[in-house]
Structure formats: C-alpha cells, structure tokens
C-alpha cells in the first residue's frame, strides 16, 4: 500500500487557487500520537491548576499548552462541559489569551492603523472585538482590543503571535509607544449563573457592567482586571489577573471555593456554544489568507474612517467588487444544517462538502451538536453561489457517524448565528441598524 492510497490527494477538486498554501483537506481521521510535553512550549501559570481540575487532553495555542477536556469521554465528554455552561457556570482557563500591551503618547494612533475599527472610539475602560489585516487584507488575528487608559491598549490576542507583527509594524512607523508581553492570565466565567458568582467575588458593582465594559478590582488580595465579554454565546466575564505568575493559585483557588454554591465546573472553551453564536475561531474558520468578507466580518471593515489602516487599499478594492456584484474570492463561509449521528467532540479533519450530485466544493470548518436544535450545525467555506439560504449539499463524514456507510449525510444552509447569544454582536447591532459596518 502507498502513501497514496492511506491519504488521497489534498482534494484538488475544492477550489483553492486563491491561496499560497492551501488547507490540507486529506481525511487522515484521528490518529494515534500523544502530544509531548517540553520546556520549548510554555506552561501559563494555572496549567497546573487544570492539571489538578482533571484536565486530560490539551492542544497548543500561542506556544501555550492549551486545556481542551476536563470530563471524560465515559462521563459524558464535551457535551457534560456544555451542560454545565448553558445551565449553570463554569470557569476557563484562557490564559493562552496571551496579553500584548501598547503603551505610549502615540499609543492610540498606532492602535488605530493596525486595526480596521476606528480606535478613537473606544473610550477608556472599554473594549471591543476587533481584527488586524495585512496589507492583502489577510486576517492576522482578531483580538479582543482593551483600552485601559488614554494611552494604554490590550490585544487580548487569538492564536497568532501578535507581538511580532506589532514590533515589526512600528520599525516602519517610528510611533513613541512601548509594546510587551504583560505577565497577565486570564480566566472565563461564562453561563447563565456567571452574574451572581461573579457579585459573590467582586461585589454589586459588577452587575452595572456592560458589554465590553471594564473595571478594576481585586480577589484575594490580587489586583485583576474584568470585563463583560467571552467566547460562548452566553452570558460571562473574563478576569484579567496582573501579576499572574504570583498569583494564579489564590485566584484559581477563590474562584472554586466561591463558585461550589453556584455548580461551577472547570470545562473547555466552548467550541459548541460558540459555533452555534456564530463566533470564529482564528484558526480553523479563518486564517491570514482570509478576507473579512469571506467570513461574515465585513462589518469589521468600516466605510468611514478618517485614519488609514494596513490593508485598507486591499479591502476597499475587495468591497468594490462586492458591490459591484463581482464576487472576488472561491470560498465563502456559510452555516449548515446537517444530518448524521451527533457530532459531540472535535473533528481531526476539514470535513468534505458535496453538492447533491456527489462532486467536492469545499469543507466543513467547525462541527457540533446542537442539543437545541436537535442536529449537527457546522461552518464550512464552499463556493459563494452556493451560500443562499435553502441551499441543499451534502457533507461527507466519518463512518462513525454517517447515516449509511460510504454515503453523505445531507445539508442545508441556514443563517448563523444558529441561535442567539446573551448578547448581540457588533454585525448584529450594525444589522439592526441597517449598516453593514460597525463603528
């Protein structure tokens, strides 16, 4: 047997001759390797703190070792998390949110040709979810943008070393700022009881925030940071803790102590509650040689915004061609609507999308079970023609959970979000208003 025949081509029929490296959709499955613990990847300072909370499995995020599963699968798995975090509360540890500060008099006007919103906007003591391009208009990341100060910014950063880009970007530009890595970790209280935990640790005050809203407090003597925002779609915080590499114990340890009365649990992030917000994960739904306009991200490109910003030409001439009715790139992101048995953990692969007919035009992104819906939802890039609403394809999964063995199981494209999130994002505020930016 050849190589060849264990992993077929990388699928030459999904049309991605747009990208310098296309994704590898070979469908090599899970496959038995067990990740090395070593001192070239870093240890946050709660690592083993999730250690100790039962974490089993783990990934790699910023050069971070990463929890990704706490309850076995024998126990319930993923889905036992998801109960937990659309039921009650739950605690993360997402200390591979690493924190680049940017501090400085000029801070604001390097912060402002970096990211595609307009920085002005942001008042002190807030935030918003934001994304840098390069100068094709490639997605580098897309943080969480903190403004703790006139003159201090947080890029509370996903997975893609920031810091780098930023340091290089200012060796060109020549702005009177400072930009470093903070030893700061943080940790996710999200579900629907996270309000009144986090009254119990911090006090009445906390209930005034409100999205995207910040203030400063302490726990256990330890000075943190929070701000209403999370990765899960449903209601949550995140405590910002400085000095963590001192700290992280006393943090870690009055959060459970206090949390035991509300059925805390630590979990995973959220993979299944965040698809089913419609919330992306840099990575795996986009990449650097992503267009925010691939992507539902077009309202993070603003049609009004007096500073440049790198890949502004790019973008603009992008839009142009939207608008125009020519649409400029072979694969778009859409929601799906699928069959097959219940998806309740990662997938080791982009899955294959079919049309009916059985030919391959693209790949399913991320996939779960929705217990609310009561079927698999996913996000997959196929051709933009084929994006409406109604459309019917065909997904080819694994043989554990296809409906008939060696057959697709059947999909449809629907609007994502799946299902609404405590809160409405910036796309669906700018909707409601009738923009198709944010400001």
């Not at 579900?191 to 407090?217: H, I, N, T």
């Amino acid at each position: 047997m050849t190589a060849n025949d264990r992993f077929p081509p990388n699928v030459p029929s999904v049309d991605q001759s747009d990208r310098m490296v296309p994704c590898n959709l070979r469908q090599s499955g899970s496959t038995p390797v067990e990740m090395l613990i070593s001192t070239r990847v870093r240890k946050s300072p709660f690592w083993h703190l999730s250690i100790e909370a039962g974490c089993w499995r783990a990934t790699v995020y910023n050069r971070m070792y990463h929890p990704r599963g706490y309850v076995k699968p024998e126990h319930g798995g993923a889905m036992a998390e998801y109960d937990a975090l659309v039921n009650r509360v739950t605690m993360w540890n997402v200390a591979v949110e690493r924190q680049i500060r940017v501090r400085g008099p000029d801070a604001e006007a390097f912060v402002n040709r970096v990211i595609t919103r307009d920085a002005t906007k942001i008042a002190p003591m807030r935030g918003k979810y934001t994304i840098l391009c390069n100068e094709k208009g490639g997605i580098l990341n897309d943080p969480v943008l903190l403004r703790l100060d006139r003159d201090e910014f947080w890029f509370s950063i996903s997975d893609s070393d920031l810091q780098l880009w930023l340091e290089g970007v200012n060796v060109g530009l020549g702005h009177d700022v400072e930009i470093a890595e903070l030893d700061v970790a943080t940790v996710q209280i999200q579900g629907p009881l996270s309000e009144e935990l986090m009254e119990d640790l911090f006090g009445e005050d906390v209930r005034k925030l409100e999205y995207y809203e910040l203030m400063e407090a302490e726990i256990s003597g330890c000075p943190v940071v929070i701000s209403q925002t999370g990765f899960s779609g449903e209601k949550g915080y995140e405590i910002y803790l400085r000095d963590a590499t001192l700290h992280a114990e006393a943090l870690w340890y009055a959060v459970l102590g206090r949390g035991a009365r509300f059925g805390l649990r630590v979990i995973a992030p959220a993979h299944h509650r965040r698809i089913a917000a419609g919330i992306l994960s840099w990575g795996q739904d986009m990449d650097a040689e992503t267009s925010p306009f691939q992507v539902n991200l077009d309202y993070q490109v603003p049609r009004r915004k007096d500073a440049d910003y790198i890949g502004r030409a790019a973008l603009e001439a992008q839009r142009a061609e939207i608008d125009a009715g020519r649409y400029p790139f072979k694969l778009k992101l859409a929601g799906l609507r699928m069959g097959g048995a219940p998806i309740t953990d990662y997938a080791p692969d982009f899955w294959l999308v079919t049309t009916p007919e059985g030919a391959r035009v693209g790949y399913v992104t991320s996939p779960w079970w929705s217990p609310e819906l009561g079927c698999n939802i996913g996000l997959a890039h196929v051709p933009p023609e084929m994006t409406g609403i109604g459309t019917e394809l065909r997904v080819q999964l694994p043989e554990t959970l296809a409906e008939m063995s060696g057959q697709p199981v059947a999909a449809e494209v629907v609007e994502v979000p799946f299902r609404p999130s405590a809160h409405a994002g910036a796309r669906e505020q700018a909707q409601a208003s009738g923009r198709d930016w944010a400001g």
